[in-house]
């Protein structure tokens, strides 16, 4: 798998439910769509770049975290094909992080408007 470098961050994204909160099962085109365009996920690697410069905190340290929950501009980044089609990993500019998720809240939805 790459690696995130200069100013990049990899993201794993969360996966979107095959079905609604009623029971009905989505097309898995539907479901790929919405995976696509993902809006959430775990920070999975900071490049060495990342939040340096015009980003840089006042302390230094990097907004986010490896492992931080995050929420990304809709289809930044670049996708990376896994062989294992359950996992969508994208890599993203360091601007394209626009907050932390609180990981004790569900009451997110990710969703296309």
């Not at 929420?71 to 890599?91: C, F, Q, S, T």
């Amino acid at each position: 798998m790459p690696h995130a470098i200069g100013f990049g961050v990899k993201v794993e994204l969360l996966q979107q439910p095959k079905r609604t909160e009623g029971g009905i099962y989505l097309p898995p085109k539907e479901v790929d769509r919405e995976n696509a365009a993902g809006h959430i996920g775990h920070v999975l690697e900071l490049g060495e770049s990342a939040y340096t410069g015009r980003l840089a905190t006042p302390s230094g340290k990097p907004w986010v975290r490896v492992g931080d929950l995050v929420y990304i501009v809709p289809y930044a980044g670049r996708r990376i094909k896994m062989k294992d089609k359950e996992r969508h990993v994208r890599l993203v500019h360091d601007e394209d992080i626009l907050g932390l998720v609180d990981k004790e809240e569900d009451d997110y939805e990710v969703c296309l408007i």
